[in-house]
């Protein structure tokens, strides 16, 4: 959980005034779900997670609706009791390898649940109650963290592509896409990119917002 650590703003959200009556859930007059709803409304979300303890503190903020700030701390798998405005029982479990479930219990039966998926960069989350869907809310994360080390783990057509696009045989091309990965890492304002195709590897240097030549004798 620990890689997913940082703020988040939210960017997008669909049922926004069905999706925080389930948040809030009879805390909040039509009033101020309209207001929370609002484009105006910035909405930001700190995670911070500690992968021994098993432990998730959640802190949200409202721009136009500062009385709701507030954190909340969790044990995975461990049933918690939420505070006013939100007054129920929650648990949150890890169901796969980046997603997560939360079910909050209310005193009158009412329950819904918070399925989200984290890249690292992003969240999202799909809120359902009895019924079935309500709504889902997108976040990406405040300046994410870009370096480290990505393999490719499976693609679509992609020898096809790169040989259309390079010119090369459709051979070499899938000679390249046997093994593809890529580092990224960081000196000052500058970022080193190193592409490993195949048995080859290329390197280049920049810096965001200025632009830079490129020359491949591969890929043109």
């Not at 432990?55 to 461990?78: F, I, K, R």
């Not at 490719?152 to 390079?166: P, Q, T, V």
């Not at 046997?178 to 592409?195: F, N, P, Q």
Request: glycine fraction near 8%; hydrophobic fraction near 35%.
């Amino acid at each position: 959980m620990e890689a997913y650590n940082g703020k988040y703003k939210m960017v997008s959200a669909d049922n926004k005034i069905a999706l925080f009556k389930s948040w809030y859930y009879g805390a909040l007059d039509d009033a101020t779900l309209e207001k929370m709803a609002s484009p105006a409304n910035e909405i930001s979300i700190n995670l911070k997670a500690d992968d021994k303890k098993q432990t998730l503190a959640v802190h949200m903020a409202c721009s136009l609706l500062p009385e709701l700030d507030g954190g909340l701390e969790y044990t995975l798998g461990q049933e918690t009791t939420l505070p006013a405005p939100w007054n129920c029982k929650s648990v949150i479990n890890k169901t796969g390898d980046n997603t997560y479930v939360e079910t909050v219990t209310y005193d009158d039966g009412t329950v819904f649940t918070h399925a989200s998926t984290n890249t690292g960069h992003s969240s999202t989350t799909v809120t359902s109650g009895k019924d079935g869907y309500i709504g889902k809310v997108y976040l990406e994360k405040v300046a994410p963290c870009v370096t480290g080390f990505y393999v490719m783990e499976k693609s679509e057509n992609l020898e096809k592509m790169m040989a259309e696009d390079s010119g090369m045989s459709l051979a070499d091309a899938t000679k390249l896409c046997s093994s593809l990965a890529l580092r990224i890492t960081k000196c000052g304002d500058y970022y080193t990119m190193t592409d490993y195709l195949g048995s080859s590897s290329k390197s280049l240097t920049y810096k965001l917002g200025e632009e830079f030549a490129v020359k491949d004798e591969q890929l043109g």
